[in-house]
């Protein structure tokens, strides 16, 4: 039944049975959305890419220019969540920063899942030295704390957003390249490949129209979950001062210039953590519950 | 199992070679002139050439690659430019401060993760399992250095509970170090008052840095606890009509443990790169607060000396656990890897 599984099959199988897959896979929806948990991921997501989108064109009031007369105002009518020390409105900033974080996770998240991809396939596929190599490559990046090496690589080019991200894509493609690579060697030996092989399908179509597209999925649940852990992760290294550089309104160089002022002013450095924190729960609880729906086998909450 | 154990050194061999290398081009063939990195901005032409020189970098890169390697084995880490002392000097004196912080995060880890986990397992799919699925969740996705802001924010700021940061209060004095653990040794050489600032100071940085990862130990602890109790020998176990709370700690939570061993392996890896925002924010006297302050000053030999050393303590803990993995479940070293 593993086939059935890989997106296109539903719509295949409809012609023959169309009100009953229907209704099957409206279920899996219920059972998406019908679990408190992942209704609020999904919210919470939905809302972060609604707002990520309102605050790259407009913001209620300046994300980069502050008025000297507002500085480190409490949140108030005007300034729901109060200005900092150079009067910028906190939630303007709060807001124009959704964007940046969202451009960081997807950027990190594309390179490294492209790289995962074709690394996977190949390694999965092919298999002999070139796996071995591979595989002892994203054994030593697994070997040793990701973030030591984003911070290394980060002193050496220089802090800005860019090396950031470019540290970032290069100790994440390890572990999308393993999950590739394991998926692959699963569905190589199943019967829809071999009866692909058997009627004379090439490598490369079977890589490509076969073993592909039913890896998606479990590249798809991770990128959720990952969403989260590259968001904190960006905002780790500007906090540190290795991310973003100043007047950028990264939400973890926020945090860093609102903790000198935290035991008086505290809404400088509240608000941009808050917004981290609810947005990486949001992915968690989504990619959690896109897990336990779509690839139950893989889930520690369906036992 | 000898050929697992083996199989795993030669792993861990590898991967402290690739570390050392990497560390190395990262820092002196991605900068375009490493020597003007390490004399400064403000360094003259003259002061450049002499670092060059110092440092050996007016030769070919896989010369000093080779030097590099060689001092390695040595236990050669060069001199920081910050301190002006041997990298492998500071980072002995900063190291106790890191495992002491480190460990004590790890009882946190277990204290909070493990009967949350039991908790989670037992009441399933109930309120209390989803309760305890979204702290987890909600202590995973939390930035561990906004959490510790927060933490001064409510426990200094607002309660005047405990010390905002550091790792002894003014007026007490350090203890001799006999184990280099300030709070040990101040428990040993019997300064009940100076034990108890210790410890006051220890709290929030403890807490936070284990609260970081906690959600891996509850979501582990609970789908090891589900395996085992769908056992056999647990439906005998009710069957014959021992107590629940019996039945849970004695036939379920002493088997589940045996997987969580792997588990603490992967808190090493959470507390090394955590203790780089904890210690500065709380400006603990530790190796990531060393590490930070090398990052932002270009320090490159501790940079890569203390990289390389984080790396060589991951990859032993590593290395141990699997092998305690091994020895408590030899049905592990059969499986490709025993990491949950």
Redesign the interface.
Known sequence: MKAAAGPGAAERASAFTGRATRRRRLGRWRLLFGVPANLTGAIIAGLFLLLSAIGAVWTPGSAVNGSLTDVLQAPSGAHPFGTDDLGRDILSRVLAGAHLELEVAVIVLLVAGLLGIVLGLLTGYLGGWFDEVVMRITDIFLGFPALLFAVMLGAALGPSLGHAILAMSVVWWPWYARILRGQVIKLRHDQFIEAAYAIGASRWRIMMRHILPNTIQALLIQATLDVGSAILTAATLGFVGLGAQPPSPEWGAMVAEGQQYVLAQWWVAVFPGIAIMIVSIGFSLLGDGLRDVLDPALSPYTK | MLAFILRRLA??I??LW??AT??FF??HA??ADPARLIAGPQATHAQIEAVRKAYGLNLPLYEQYGFYLGGLMHGNLGYSMLTQQPVLQNIYDYFPATVELGLSSFVIFVVVGLPLGVLAAVYRTRWVD?VV??LG??A???????LA??A??VF??ILHWLPLEGQFGVGIAPPHPLTGFYIVDDLLEGHWAAFMDGLRHLVLPAVTLGLASVGYMI??T??SM??YMREDYVRTARAKGLPEMRVLLRHVLRNALTPLISISGLQV?SV??GV??IE??FDWPGIGRY??TA??N?D?NA??GV?VV??LV??VV?LLTDIAYVLTDPRASLGESPRL
Do not use: D
């Open positions: 792993l861990a590898l991967v690739g570390a990497i560390a990262v820092s991605v900068p989803q699925r979204t969740v909600a995973t996705s939390a930035p561990g250095f906004w802001i927060m001064q924010l200094y700021g979501r582990m609970r789908s589900l395996e890896g090394l790169s780089v925002v500065s924010v590490l930070l990052v932002l270009l490159f940079i890569v990289t984080l790396t991951y990859v590593n």
